[in-house]
């Protein structure tokens, strides 16, 4: 298991940016497929970008595709989300979370993938 702290949250109005970032605790960071999901208020836990142990690998919603960019700094045992023109309907708490290097890359938008996961971060967007 590995420890997930995320920071960065907040309030930002409609088409302003936010850099979400998750700081991991261990030796074994870079083994792990890490990923961003967030839960909307009143509504269920949902994928929303993730990457793989080297970086190469990345994964999307079509809802954030060209506005979010998910990144990875092993030296720094942490993972970023770049998140641009940001929308009301993005307003959720976010949560990053990892999984075993070895997950095949089909199920990288899958909560169940992800063994260990964050406290989880606000973040609100007004209009």
């Known amino acids: 298991q590995v420890q997930l702290v995320e920071s960065g949250g907040g309030l930002v109005q409609a088409g302003g940016s936010l850099r979400l970032s998750c700081a991991a605790s261990g030796r074994t960071f870079s083994t792990y497929a890490m990923g961003w999901f967030r839960q909307p208020p009143g509504k269920g836990r949902e994928s929303v970008a993730s990457?793989?142990?080297?970086?190469?690998?990345?994964r999307y919603a079509d809802s954030v595709k060209g506005r979010f960019t998910i990144s990875r700094d092993n030296a720094k045992n942490s993972v970023y989300l770049q998140m641009n023109s940001l929308k009301p309907e993005d307003t959720a708490v976010y949560y990053c979370?990892?999984?075993?290097?070895?997950?095949?890359?089909?199920?990288?938008?899958?909560?169940?993938?992800?063994?260990?996961w964050g406290q989880g971060i606000q973040v609100t967007v007004s209009s």
């Open positions: 990457i793989s142990w080297s970086g190469v690998i990345t």
């Open positions: 979370a990892a999984a075993d290097g070895s997950v095949p890359y089909s199920r990288y938008m899958s909560p169940t993938s992800f063994h260990s």
